[in-house]
């Protein structure tokens, strides 16, 4: 019973998901939770990328299952442990356009504790950081002020800011400016204009 609610659901998220058994305990105890998990992973249905975390896998007709995205395991690494997730500050340029350069490693700031996540052939650094760091975190306002602490105050230009303005919609927007108040001093008139920017 509890393996087929967990099942409708785990399909309901469709191919591509990765999930805790913490995802589940409004459905089970913790210990049927794991029971149904560890069936469906038996029955190949999902795959136990590591303890405690299982996706229901993107298949391609050329090379079978895929590995799930290290965006998508950190993210289920932090709802798994409770815990608020940034990008690191050339990730974040590099997925709001502001750097071509792609980080060798994912790594993440986060207020749990430093650590690194081998998923399959996928590391992840997970970067213990200052409640500064972690403004607007899990927002795109974050990655909006990390982007800008990877460039830095002197090197931002109206390109730069044209291009963080597109990033955002009307309602990002007012979090961001609502958000400014908390990071660095310098960033503020940097954000008044990607604000004013339309």
């Known amino acids: 019973m509890i393996t087929s609610k967990i099942k409708q659901r785990i399909i309901g998220k469709g191919r591509g998901a990765i999930f805790a058994p913490s995802d589940f305990l409004d459905i089970g105890s913790r210990a049927s939770v794991d029971q149904a998990l560890s069936r469906l992973a038996d029955q190949g249905m999902i795959r136990r990328l590591t303890r405690g975390l299982y996706d229901y896998p993107k298949k391609s007709p050329r090379f079978g299952y895929l590995s799930p995205s290290a965006d998508d395991i950190a993210k289920a ?23 071509t350069q792609v980080p060798s490693k994912p790594i993440y700031m986060t207020d749990g504790p430093t650590r690194t996540k081998t998923v399959g052939r996928q590391v992840i650094q997970f970067r213990k950081a200052s409640s500064k760091t972690l403004v607007g975190a899990g927002q795109k306002t974050g990655a909006v002020f990390q982007a800008l602490r990877y460039v830095g105050k002197d090197r931002i230009d109206d390109q730069m800011i044209g291009q963080l303005a597109r990033a955002l919609n009307d309602k990002d927007r007012v979090l961001l400016s609502k958000q400014s108040k908390h990071v660095p001093a310098w960033m503020h008139p940097v954000v008044q204009q990607i604000v004013a920017h339309a």
Do not use: C
């Open 77 to 99: 690494v932090a709802r798994k442990d409770n815990q608020v997730l940034q990008p690191s500050p050339a990730m974040a340029a590099n997925q709001l356009g502001l750097s």
